[in-house]
Each structure stands twice: as C-alpha cells, then as structure tokens.
C-alpha cells in the first residue's frame, strides 16, 4: 500500500492533468540557466510551431531561474530560424541586475543553430500615480459571441477559444481587399487556464498576421521580431483567473515585405494588461 | 608640398566637417565585430547620454559589420545600466544568417559591465504589394511653425530643431495633469543632416518621456527598452535629403513605475519611416 502523501499527489494529478501550455512551455534543467524544451503538437503552425508558444517558453526560461528577481516588464523576441519538431536547449543568462531591474539575454537553439533570441526586462513595481489612456473598446460581452472555428492550417488555434468581435480570418475568402486590417475578439485558452506571464506572452502572438484581415488570401508570413511590454503584475493576472481577455490588433503599414501589428490586450474588467507589437516577414 | 590627394581630401574635411551625430556614433574597429566608441558632449542627456544616440550607436555597429547583408527592419535595444561619460566598447555578432534575413545581437559595454544591449534584424527587401493604413496627421507644414527653445536640461535637445503642433515639453509648467500625452512635431538633426538608418535610429527616441506630457513636472525618469521598426529603405531615407520629418507619439498606459510609449515617423512627403515603441520606468 502506498503511503497517504503519495497516493494524495497521485489523486490530484489524475484530477487536474497538466495543461497542455505547461506542457509545451515546459523546461527541464540541465545546468545553471540551461534547459531542454521539446515543441507540442498542440501549439504546432503551419512550419513549426506558434511564435506564441515559443516566446513564452523563452520568458518561462527566466521565470524558472532561481537568480530572477521580480516580474517581466518587457519581453523582445527574434525569430531568427525555423524550429524542428522535436527536442531545443534554452539558455537564459543575467546581463545586469541592477536595484529594481534585471536585464536578461535567452537564447533557444537546436542542433546548435539558434533558432530564437530574446531579451526581457525584469523589475519590482512598487504603487505609483498611474493612468490609462488607452481605451477599452466597446464590445459585446463574451458569452454574447460566438465560439469561432478553429483554422485546420494553424493546428494552435485549438489551444484558444476566440470569439471575434471583428476581423475574423476565414481563408480562402470570396471577400475581397479590405481598407482595414482591424480585429477585435476575446480570446481565453483551451481548455481554460488562469492567466499568468506565460500564458500572457502566448496570447500576445494570437493575433493573426494582420496580412490575412486585410488581404484575404494565403501567403507565406513569419513574424521576424515580437515585443511585448507587460503593464500587468502578477496580482492583477491572477484575478483574471480563466476569464476570456479582449484583444484588438492592427496593422500600421505593409510594405515591400515587411508589415508592423500592434495589440492590446485587456482584463474582461477593462485593465490593460499588455501592449504588444511585431513585425512580419510575408511573401505576395 | 603635400601631394594633391591629400591636399584635396584636407579641404574637403574642412568645408564638410563631420556632422555631430556622426561624431558621437563613431565606432573605431579593435578587432572582428568589436569597436570603441566615446560619449558626446553634444547628446548628453541629465545621467548620461540620449538614449537615441546609443541605440544609433548599437545600429551603426552592425552597419559597419564587414558581414553585414540588407537594411535593418527591426532593432531593440535594452538599456541595461547608466553609460559614464567617456569611452565605451560595442561588440556586434551575427546570430544567424538566412537567405533574405540576418540577426544580430550587440553588446555596449563600459568597465566589463553591459550599458546597453541589442538585437536587430536586417533583410534584403523586394518590391511586394503594399498599403499604409496609419495616417499622416493633418498638421501645418514646418515652416509655418516656430522652433522650439532647447531643455536646458536636457542638453541632446540642441542638437534637434523640434517645431511643436501639440503637446511640447515645458517644465517646470502651471498647467495641470491633462487627459492625453500626445506630441506632434516636426524634426529634424541641428545642424541638418541628411536622413539615414542611423539619424531615423536616435530620432525615434528623441519624442520626449509621454509623462512630462501628461504629468508636466519633472520626476525621474529612464527607457528600458526601445524598439523601432523601419518601414523605409535605404532609397526612401536618401530622398527625405534633409528634410523635417513628422513625428507623432502618445503612451498608453502609466502603471506602478512603468509606462510605454508609441511614435509614428513620417516623411514630410507622407511616407511612413517607423514605427517605434517604448516602455519607460518612471518614479513620483
């Protein structure tokens, strides 16, 4: 017979099975800020797998180090290369801690060749004079919306409910060149998850290339470069808990092969918890 | 008698000395993607230099790279710790070189501590279909408007001819807290100077903390990371000449100790240059 405290641990991972985003973004130590990944068929893209999800493995590599002080305030992302399916290294070093800041380099490679870069800011927030100025926009509320199908090329969109505002992407499309590249949709994961810095950092990237809104037909894209600045702490996130976030997204420009996407991302209760903004390789 | 060449190439220093942007972003090769370089006087910020001209700096040190291949799309820089006046090593590496993009990560470095690091993205461009969707502001030409008086405190301010539609900077202000940070400008370098990856590269971080805007007193303030994305090549850049460029930014959102910040560049013909980004620590 086994003993109370194991036979208790066993119930309660039977009960509550890891969540596939934990799953994906999981990292098992090799050495001081060393880690072994491995890409999930949950999160899988049409080459490799959802920018998301890699990004976020990238930022749980810094989370996990036992040096890390405080929360993200900004994470940058450089694709640099496609990554395999199969087993990566992440290597996460500390640049610089300074009194309330922590300046980190990450790098995420498989047979040697880097296939991601990122570099994130850390810092402890204390209470200040604050202010929004970005507004939350009108919607429906999330339960008045349907749930959007998920797109069989991008095998990830399984692994989030959307429910779209505006600007869902349904390719190929009768529709022809829009004026506007604007969505505006809640989002949660799939299954639910509490919200947290990881699964934040995921979520950012949801938003598809804003090519397809604007321009419905398939073409090659890759974002090359992804930030995101967390105006969110961890307290704040946590009291979202599973709820859906609203996301809205946009494109500034597209041009000669290049085009920019900005997001925010909001609490169902009007917080903004992230702005995020990318640029996007994409091919006629 | 010195020999014509020489002679010739004397003259030429003389009527044409080196502009003071190009000055302060000198980097002298020591070695394969290392160089020294030394702050300027003339960008001097109140703890060190304006962040643009080190974030020109990092840019001018891949610009310079003998393996260097395209124009850059996307460059992060964090600024990792206060840079002394005085000189100061960059180191540039080529993280991964793909047929059409090349990433790079580059290190500032002073005493064996990291300032300032960075990673940029460069690509070869191709003509593709393309659409602006932002908009240029409809605003007064340059000429129209006065130039605004230098920050005193803020030496850098010298070195830029700002002329203010909305939102200038004027601190100590009897104005009260306003509802919007938003700056529209023309600017250009003082003296003028002819617009380049390098000039565009400082100028993104020239739109003053979106907090003296709001805010209008002063308080401590510091980027920690400053993206821009550049929509314009080489030949976009070359026909601005020296021109103004119109520049708009506004934050999003001021949060417990951090806020970001976004900035359209414009072209005084209605090009949109970049698109850059900020998220900047702030104290009460």
Not at 25 to 53: C, D, I, K, Q, W
Not at 57 to 77: E, K, S, Y
Request: proline letters at 7%; glycine letters at 6%; charged letters at 20%.
């Amino acid at each position: 017979m086994l003993p109370l405290r194991g036979g208790m641990r066993d119930t309660r991972a039977m009960s509550t099975p890891e969540h596939p985003l934990d799953a994906a973004t999981h990292l098992e130590p090799l050495a001081a800020g060393l880690y072994r990944g491995r890409t999930s068929a949950n999160y899988a893209n049409m080459v490799g797998p959802f920018g998301g999800v890699i990004a976020a493995t990238l930022l749980n590599a810094v989370l996990q180090h036992p040096g890390r002080q405080g929360d993200p305030i900004a994470l940058t992302v450089n694709f640099a290369g496609p990554l395999a399916d199969g087993a990566f290294t992440v290597e996460a070093n500390p640049v610089r801690t300074n009194r309330s800041t922590q300046h980190w380099l990450v790098v995420m490679r498989q047979k040697e060749q880097a296939a991601a870069t990122a570099s994130a800011v850390f810092a402890s927030r204390r209470k200040t004079w604050s202010a929004l100025e970005a507004r939350f926009p009108v919607v429906p509320a999330a339960h008045e919306l349907p749930v959007e199908p998920n797109l069989e090329r991008a095998l990830w969109t399984r692994s989030y409910e959307m429910r779209f505002v505006d600007g869902a992407v349904r390719l190929p499309s009768l529709s022809r060149e829009g004026s506007d590249s604007r969505s505006t949709l809640w989002i949660r994961d799939a299954p639910p998850r509490p919200l947290d810095f990881v699964s934040l950092a995921a979520l950012c990237d949801a938003f598809f290339p804003r090519l397809f809104v604007r321009r419905p037909v398939w073409a090659p894209v890759g974002t090359v470069s992804f930030t995101t600045y967390f105006h969110a702490d961890a307290a704040l996130l946590a009291a979202n808990g599973e709820a859906p976030v609203l996301g809205t997204a946009h494109a500034q420009q597209f041009r000669n092969g290049y085009f920019d996407q900005t997001a925010e991302v909001w609490s169902e209760k009007a917080a903004l918890l992230a702005t995020s903004h990318q640029i996007v390789y994409y091919k006629e």
